[in-house]
């Protein structure tokens, strides 16, 4: 499944709408907490990942891509979390996200191969989406210049990991078994993201305009 640098080749079929960004970023010390969140867990979720391999030796390939996406988040963790600390905020000290905790319902647990391949897949779904809405929130005119820069600068990186982990993937089934995972995988998430709550939350919905 070949991946291009554009946003518009990203295969996620629920398109955020421009109310989204909107009401957001009304809120941003909020959003920037929630994505500050978001960059720890996705560090976490890597190093996790690395003992994951189903075999005692994983390939060195392995190892060094989750490594250098821990790397990547934990930078992008301190990032946003000197932003926040400028702009007056802190980060709290717990935190939920909804929409991660249902896409993580669909992975087979226990079922060896296609269990990591489902967790592989969950977090190249989280990635596209986030990459999707550093887009969004990018180009949107209620964006101050800091705020476009930052996520300008975090698209790439994110879009560079949701082609990994899907690379990866597709080193544990064959071709046809991984691209009819993960059509099913995309029908979810278009249905798990549009049925969000509300809120400054880089992962939520859209509430009434």
């Known amino acids: 499944m070949a991946v291009k640098d554009d946003v518009a080749d990203l295969p996620l079929r ?3 709408p421009e109310a989204w960004a909107e009401q957001v970023l009304a809120e941003p010390l909020k959003l920037l907490n929630d994505h500050a969140h978001l960059e720890k867990k996705a560090a976490s979720n890597a190093l996790e990942l690395l003992n994951r391999w189903p075999e005692p030796n994983p390939p060195e390939n392995w190892v060094a891509a989750m490594c250098a996406i821990a790397r990547d988040e934990s930078e992008h963790l301190g ?5 926040l600390s400028r702009r007056g905020g802190k980060l709290t ?22 269990e990591l391949m489902d967790r592989l897949m969950v977090s190249a779904l989280i990635e596209a989406r986030s990459c999707e809405r550093f887009d969004v929130l990018h180009h949107h005119p209620a964006a101050d210049r800091e705020l476009a820069k930052l996520y300008r600068g975090l698209w790439k990186s994110e879009h560079g ?3 990994i982990f899907i690379q990866l993937a597709e080193q544990l089934a064959s071709p046809r ?3 009819t995972r993960w059509d099913q995988m995309l029908d979810a998430e278009a ?6 709550p509300p809120g400054p939350r880089m992962h939520s919905g859209v509430g009434d305009t």
């Open 79 to 83: 990032v946003v979390t000197r932003l």
């Open 14 to 16: 629920y398109r955020t």
């Open 177 to 179: 078994d991984v691209r």
């Open 93 to 114: 000290r717990n935190h939920r996200n909804p929409y991660a905790n249902e896409l993580r319902t669909l992975v087979r647990l226990g079922e060896g191969d296609r």
């Open 161 to 163: 990991h949701y082609h």
């Open 191 to 196: 249905k798990i993201i549009a049925e969000q």
